[in-house]
């Protein structure tokens, strides 16, 4: 080895040495991609290696002149530093070592590494040799992922989300701006701290199993709502996705834990759950509230009905006077008002009874049957297009007072002169069993009262039997089987009800 060193760098070497000399270094420069290059500053000359002109994009035959070299940088600062290093290099015998751009002669960008030994000779720089190495791709490599490190840090830095990475000792190793704003705390702050001094005590033991266990790879991530300690000591809501980072061996490296604030909406639904808890308990006072109406008042209205029929029997004199038929149908229509109001109580005091499938023409037949008296009176004319096999989610007493109620209430509001026609007719579709029971009675005006169809004691019609708490009942019993109802209607034509229920 010692002797091919002595040959290649020897400058008493005859011109064959040379040669062979030459032909050597251009192969190696050849198979490792550096070229060589000479710049004599006496002579005024410049030699490229093969592969320095290969690099350029010249012809092999290329000659490289001393004066028109630097004209490959064409970028004034790439030119202004390679004329800077060499005029040093040449002044204080400095070697030099840059990465530099250059254009090469087919317009082509490349970035060289260009290496330079100054050569002095009694004190005085005779020449330059250096070396010139292509890394274009190793430098668009480096560029991009550089630029692709400013993207991310970029989208990291104005996300509108938290996000911090810690490591595996739960020290923080970067925390964006939106998570230094959530918590208060600045970016270096967050380099003191652990993770788990941000988040409530309560937390921490929770926080510690679940990263175990990603840690140990029974588990790639985890999402969960966390409480977190502001530095001012205010409590805020997070909700927090963890996920663990790897290398190529599969070790983990640090977790990265994107933060989304949620204490607006926990703050809502705080506000949400005590509304509803005051609603239960005003609810539990409208409910007993009820009871007594339907126990008390019907147990007074009973006694004062038991009392007025004794002074009938036993104090008949008492009773012959003007004022006590008024006392006695007060007395009756407050039994009947207390009676309705325990039916409507009854109603919301079940709103949790389990639905049953009843069979809906069977229960149709039987609300007709039980107003035959009143069809034959009115010589109503009924028909019924309800399939056999069609059953509906419903309590057996609210339907049959549900179909009792419409039923009974089209042949009452018949127009005068004018026999009842009632069509009962069933559908089903994907979700309901719609019922439109339709009369040819006098209709109502809708324009007026259809806001107060269904209210309590509200009547449409100068009839002797109206006390505008049918509907009102029956709008109940349906709202509470998870059912809907409507109405169309045309004064003088006739209504039509339209009841959605549910079925299996």
Not at 133 to 161: F, M
Not at 294 to 321: C, F, V, Y
Not at 418 to 439: C, H, M, Q
Request: proline content about 3%.
């Amino acid at each position: 080895m010692k002797d091919v060193d002595k040959k290649i760098f020897s400058l008493e070497d005859s011109p064959s040495s040379f040669s062979e000399t030459n032909r050597f270094l251009n192969v190696v420069q050849e198979a490792i991609a550096i070229g060589s290059w000479e710049l004599d500053l006496v002579n005024k000359s410049l030699y490229w290696s093969p592969v320095t002109k290969k690099i350029h994009e010249v012809n092999p035959d290329y000659i490289p002149e001393y004066e028109k070299a630097v004209e490959f940088y064409t970028a004034f600062k790439e030119r202004e530093l390679l004329e800077k290093v060499i005029e040093k290099a040449i002044a204080t015998g400095e070697e030099y070592d840059i990465e530099i751009q250059l254009t090469t002669a087919k317009n082509n960008k490349k970035w060289v590494r260009a290496i330079g030994y100054p050569v002095f000779k009694a004190g005085v720089c005779v020449k330059l040799m250096g070396v010139l190495q292509d890394i274009t791709a190793k430098t668009n490599v480096y560029n991009e992922t550089a630029l692709k490190e400013k993207q991310v840090r970029t989208i990291l830095e104005h996300a509108p989300n938290g996000v911090a990475v810690v490591d595996l000792n739960d020290d923080f190793l970067l925390a964006n701006k939106s998570f230094c704003e959530f918590l208060g705390y600045s970016e270096r702050d967050f380099l003191e701290l652990k993770y788990e001094e941000v988040i409530i005590p309560g937390l921490r033991g929770e926080c510690k199993d679940l990263t175990k266990k990603m840690i140990e790879g029974s588990l790639n991530n985890f999402q969960m709502e966390k409480q977190y300690l502001r530095k001012n000591g205010e409590t805020v809501y997070g909700l927090t996705s963890t996920s663990l980072l790897r290398d190529k061996n599969n070790e983990p490296l640090y977790f990265i834990k994107n933060i989304i604030d949620i204490s607006h909406a926990k703050k809502a639904e705080q506000r949400i759950k005590q509304l509803h808890k005051t609603t239960e308990e005003q609810n539990l006072r409208l409910l007993n509230f009820a009871h007594i109406v339907s126990h008390n008042l019907r147990s007074h209205s009973g006694n004062l009905t038991m009392l007025l029929d004794l002074m009938q029997e036993d104090i008949p004199s008492a009773t012959q006077n003007e004022y006590f038929p008024f006392l006695n149908d007060a007395v009756k229509n407050l039994s009947e008002t207390i009676d309705n109001l325990h039916k409507v109580s009854l109603i919301n005091s079940n709103l949790n009874v389990k639905l049953e499938p009843l069979n809906l023409l069977e229960y149709t037949d039987k609300s007709i049957n039980s107003s035959r008296a009143l069809i034959l009176e009115t010589r109503s004319e009924l028909s019924v297009n309800i399939a056999s096999d069609i059953n509906v989610l419903a309590i057996p007493a609210y339907l049959d007072s549900i179909l009792l109620n419409i039923i009974t209430n089209a042949i009452k509001y018949r127009q005068k002169g004018l026999d009842p026609k009632i069509e009962v007719t069933a559908t089903v579709d994907e979700k309901y069993v719609k019922l439109d029971i339709s009369d040819n009675g006098q209709g109502i005006n809708l324009d007026l009262h259809k806001d107060k169809m269904f209210g309590l004691y509200k009547t449409f019609h100068s009839h002797e039997d109206s006390r505008g708490l049918g509907l009102f009942i029956t709008k109940n019993q349906i709202d509470a089987i998870g059912a809907t109802i409507d109405v169309t209607s045309t004064v003088n034509k006739g209504s039509t009800f339209t009841i959605h229920f549910l079925y299996e």
